[in-house]
C-alpha cells in the first residue's frame, strides 16, 4: 500500500531536523493551514513530510478499510522511510484526529523529542460526532455514507469501535518527549474542554499555546502561519540545532538558490529574506519576486527620504506611504520605427502623506520623493561586473 506524501525542505535543502504533519480527519495534506505550518518550519531550517492516511487524497487504499490503528501505522511507517531516505522525524505535528494520533505514535519513534497538538480531541471517538446521526445505522448495517466537509465518506462499524477501543490516557503518560498544545477558545468542532484533558494527563515538559480567535480548521492564513512559527520557536528547545555551513559573504548582499525552483535565500548584512516567483511561471510564491525587491527597495527609499527632509525642515509628518507597481511598457518615444520595438520599466508610484502640511510643503515633498537615492540610481546609467566566486 503506498502513501501518498509532499517533502518540503528548506530552501538551502539541507535540514537540521525533520517533521511529520499528521492532517485532520479526511481533510487531506493539501489544506493550505498544513502548508503554511509547514513553511514556517522551513523558514527555521526543518523539512517536515506532509501525507495522505490510506485512502484519503492521492494514497491508495479504501478509506472504509481503515481506523484509527492503521491511521497510527501511516504515521510509524512514514516515520520509518524518513529514517531510511533521510533523517529519523524528531517531531510530530498533528491536527484534530492526526494530533490524538500523533501522540499515540510518538512512543514508537524513538527519535521523536517534540509533539505538537492542534484542535485535538482527547478520546478519539470524539469523532463521531460528525456523523451522530449514522451510528445506529452503522451498528446496523456495518456501515453508512456520510457526509463530511461536502464529500461523502463510507465509515464502517469497525472504524467506530477502534476509535472507542483507544484511550490516549496511557499514550499521554509515557510520553518521552516535549508536548506543546494549540487550541482555540472558539473551536467548534472539538472544544477547549479537550485540551484542559491533554494538558491534565500530560507530564511534563508541556505547553499550552491559545490560538484565540481561530477556527478548528485555520481557515485564517495569519492563524496558521502565527500556529506554525509558534510550533518553531517552541521546537528549538527539544531539537537538533543546525551544523551545517550557513549563508556567509564579505559582501553586504549575497543570495543562494539550489537546483529545484526558484524559492532563493537572500542575506542582507545579518537579516534573511526569502525570493521566489509566483506560482503561475513555476515558483512556490514563498516570497516576493526580483522586481518586487527593487520596489520596496524604491519605497522604503522614497518614504525615508522624504521623512528625512521633513524633519530637517521641522514639518510634522505623522506618516509616509509609499504604493508602488511594476511594468513593462513599449518605448513611445522610438527613433526609429524599422526597429524591433522595445519595453522600458515603468515604476507607478502614489505618494500619501498623513500629517498638517499646506499645500506648499505637500508639493515640495513630492518634489523631494523624485530626488531619493534609488529613484536617481534607477534613472542613471548602472554598471554591473560579475565574476566567478
Given at each position: 500500500?503506498?502513501?501518498?506524501?509532499?517533502?518540503?525542505?528548506?530552501?538551502?535543502?539541507?535540514?537540521?531536523?525533520?517533521?511529520?504533519?499528521?492532517?485532520?480527519?479526511?481533510?487531506?495534506?493539501?489544506?493550505?493551514?498544513?502548508?503554511?505550518?509547514?513553511?514556517?518550519?522551513?523558514?527555521?531550517?526543518?523539512?517536515?513530510?506532509?501525507?495522505?492516511?490510506?485512502?484519503?487524497?492521492?494514497?491508495?487504499?479504501?478509506?472504509?478499510?481503515?481506523?484509527?490503528?492503521?491511521?497510527?501505522?501511516?504515521l510509524v511507517a512514514a516515520g520509518e522511510w524518513l529514517?531510511?531516505?533521510?533523517?529519523?522525524?524528531?517531531?510530530?505535528?498533528?491536527?484534530?484526529?492526526?494530533?490524538?494520533?500523533?501522540?499515540?505514535?510518538?512512543?514508537?519513534?524513538?527519535?521523536?523529542?517534540?509533539?505538537?497538538?492542534?484542535?485535538?480531541?482527547?478520546?478519539?471517538?470524539?469523532?463521531?460526532?460528525?456523523?451522530?446521526?449514522?451510528?445506529?445505522?452503522?451498528?446496523?448495517?456495518?456501515?453508512?455514507?456520510?457526509?463530511?466537509?461536502?464529500?461523502?465518506?463510507?465509515?464502517?462499524?469497525?472504524?467506530?469501535?477502534?476509535?472507542?477501543?483507544?484511550?490516549?490516557?496511557?499514550?499521554?503518560?509515557?510520553?518521552?518527549?516535549?508536548?506543546?498544545?494549540?487550541?482555540?477558545?472558539?473551536?467548534?468542532?472539538?472544544?477547549?474542554?479537550?485540551?484542559?484533558?491533554?494538558?491534565?494527563?500530560?507530564?511534563?515538559?508541556?505547553?499550552?499555546?491559545?490560538?484565540?480567535?481561530?477556527?478548528?480548521?485555520?481557515?485564517?492564513?495569519?492563524?496558521?502561519?502565527?500556529?506554525?512559527?509558534?510550533?518553531?520557536?517552541?521546537?528549538?528547545?527539544?531539537?537538533?540545532?543546525?551544523?551545517?555551513?550557513?549563508?556567509?559573504?564579505?559582501?553586504?548582499?549575497?543570495?543562494?538558490?539550489?537546483?529545484?525552483?526558484?524559492?532563493?535565500?537572500?542575506?542582507?548584512?545579518?537579516?534573511?529574506?526569502?525570493?521566489?516567483?509566483?506560482?503561475?511561471?513555476?515558483?512556490?510564491?514563498?516570497?516576493?519576486?526580483?522586481?518586487?525587491?527593487?520596489?520596496?527597495?524604491?519605497?522604503?527609499?522614497?518614504?525615508?527620504?522624504?521623512?528625512?527632509?521633513?524633519?530637517?525642515?521641522?514639518?510634522?509628518?505623522?506618516?509616509?506611504?509609499?504604493?508602488l507597481n511594476h511594468k513593462k511598457d513599449y518605448a513611445?518615444?522610438?527613433?526609429?520605427?524599422?526597429?524591433?520595438?522595445?519595453?522600458?520599466?515603468?515604476?507607478?508610484?502614489?505618494?500619501?502623506?498623513?500629517?498638517?502640511?499646506?499645500?506648499?510643503?505637500?508639493?515640495?515633498?513630492?518634489?523631494?520623493?523624485?530626488?531619493?537615492?534609488?529613484?536617481?540610481?534607477?534613472?542613471?546609467?548602472?554598471?554591473?561586473?560579475?565574476?566567478?566566486?
Amino acid at each position: 500500500m503506498q502513501l501518498s506524501a509532499r517533502l518540503e525542505l528548506p530552501v538551502d535543502r539541507h535540514p537540521h531536523a525533520f517533521a511529520i504533519f499528521a492532517h485532520c480527519f479526511t481533510c487531506g495534506s493539501d489544506l493550505t493551514a498544513s502548508h503554511n505550518i509547514s513553511r514556517e518550519l522551513n523558514l527555521v531550517g526543518i523539512g517536515v513530510l506532509r501525507f495522505d492516511f490510506t485512502g484519503i487524497g492521492e494514497s491508495e487504499g479504501d478509506f472504509v478499510d481503515t481506523s484509527f490503528t492503521t491511521n497510527i501505522s501511516d504515521l510509524v511507517a512514514a516515520g520509518e522511510w524518513l529514517a531510511a531516505h533521510h533523517l529519523a522525524p524528531a517531531l510530530l505535528v498533528g491536527h484534530s484526529l492526526g494530533g490524538a494520533a500523533v501522540l499515540c505514535a510518538a512512543n514508537q519513534l524513538p527519535s521523536v523529542k517534540a509533539v505538537v497538538t492542534i484542535g485535538a480531541p482527547f478520546a478519539p471517538d470524539h469523532v463521531s460526532r460528525h456523523f451522530a446521526e449514522k451510528l445506529e445505522q452503522i451498528a446496523e448495517s456495518g456501515r453508512a455514507t456520510v457526509n463530511i466537509g461536502g464529500r461523502p465518506f463510507q465509515i464502517a462499524k469497525q472504524f467506530v469501535d477502534d476509535l472507542g477501543a483507544h484511550e490516549l490516557d496511557k499514550n499521554i503518560r509515557e510520553l518521552e518527549a516535549g508536548l506543546l498544545i494549540l487550541h482555540s477558545p472558539q473551536d467548534k468542532t472539538v472544544s477547549i474542554d479537550e485540551a484542559a484533558k491533554l494538558y491534565t494527563a500530560a507530564r511534563h515538559p508541556k505547553s499550552f499555546v491559545s490560538l484565540d480567535g481561530a477556527d478548528h480548521l485555520l481557515s485564517d492564513n495569519a492563524d496558521s502561519h502565527y500556529a506554525g512559527q509558534v510550533i518553531a520557536g517552541w521546537s528549538s528547545r527539544y531539537l537538533p540545532q543546525p551544523q551545517g555551513e550557513s549563508l556567509e559573504s564579505d559582501h553586504k548582499v549575497a543570495v543562494r538558490l539550489g537546483r529545484e525552483g526558484y524559492t532563493t535565500e537572500v542575506m542582507v548584512r545579518q537579516h534573511h529574506l526569502t525570493a521566489d516567483e509566483p506560482e503561475s511561471v513555476g515558483g512556490n510564491d514563498f516570497g516576493p519576486g526580483p522586481y518586487e525587491l527593487v520596489s520596496a527597495g524604491l519605497g522604503a527609499c522614497t518614504a525615508m527620504t522624504i521623512q528625512m527632509y521633513a524633519r530637517r525642515k521641522g514639518w510634522v509628518v505623522d506618516e509616509v506611504q509609499v504604493h508602488l507597481n511594476h511594468k513593462k511598457d513599449y518605448a513611445a518615444d522610438m527613433e526609429a520605427s524599422d526597429e524591433r520595438p522595445t519595453k522600458i520599466d515603468h515604476f507607478e508610484r502614489v505618494v500619501v502623506l498623513r500629517g498638517k502640511l499646506n499645500d506648499e510643503q505637500r508639493a515640495r515633498l513630492l518634489e523631494i520623493a523624485d530626488r531619493c537615492p534609488v529613484h536617481r540610481t534607477l534613472h542613471e546609467t548602472v554598471k554591473v561586473t560579475t565574476v566567478l566566486g
